[in-house]
């Protein structure tokens, strides 16, 4: 049974910078696309970044970001590690939200959450002003 933790989210003053951590358990972690979504009260789930899993060459490249965190997040991964980052910067109080590592099998970047499979149990961020 796959199996993901999310590490890394706490409180930071705007500007600042977090990097996210997650962790995949139970299965091969080069097989999975990874990706991050977040969720601030009240409002839907909505997806961050996405990364493809290993040996995928995809038009536009290997990595999918919401235009509201280009030039701020970046996303990656460490298949020795079998963990994916996500690297924030210049954070923003509109950033406050929970985060949550997503992981499919799928060879292309998905950016809506129905199509990933397995979840993690998410890790908060706040954005102070």
């Known amino acids: 049974q796959v199996q993901l933790a999310e590490s890394g989210g706490g409180l930071v003053q705007a500007g600042g910078s977090l990097r996210l951590s997650c962790a995949l358990s139970?299965?091969?972690?080069?097989?999975?696309?990874m990706a991050w979504f977040r969720q601030a009260p009240g409002k839907e789930r909505e997806f961050v970044a996405a990364?493809?899993?290993?040996?995928?060459?995809?038009?536009?490249?290997?990595?999918e970001y919401t235009d509201s965190v280009v030039g701020r997040f970046t996303i990656s991964r460490d298949n020795a590690k079998n963990t994916v980052y996500l690297q924030m910067n210049s954070l923003k109080p509109e950033d406050t939200a929970v985060y949550y590592c997503?992981?499919?099998?799928?060879?292309?970047?998905?950016?809506?959450?129905?199509?990933?499979?397995?979840w993690g149990q998410g890790t908060q961020v706040t954005v102070s002003s």
């Open positions: 139970g299965g091969s972690f080069w097989l999975y696309g």
């Open positions: 997503a992981a499919d099998r799928s060879l292309d970047v998905h950016t809506t959450t129905y199509e990933y499979l397995y």
């Open positions: 990364i493809v899993r290993d040996g995928v060459v995809r038009d536009g490249g290997s990595t």
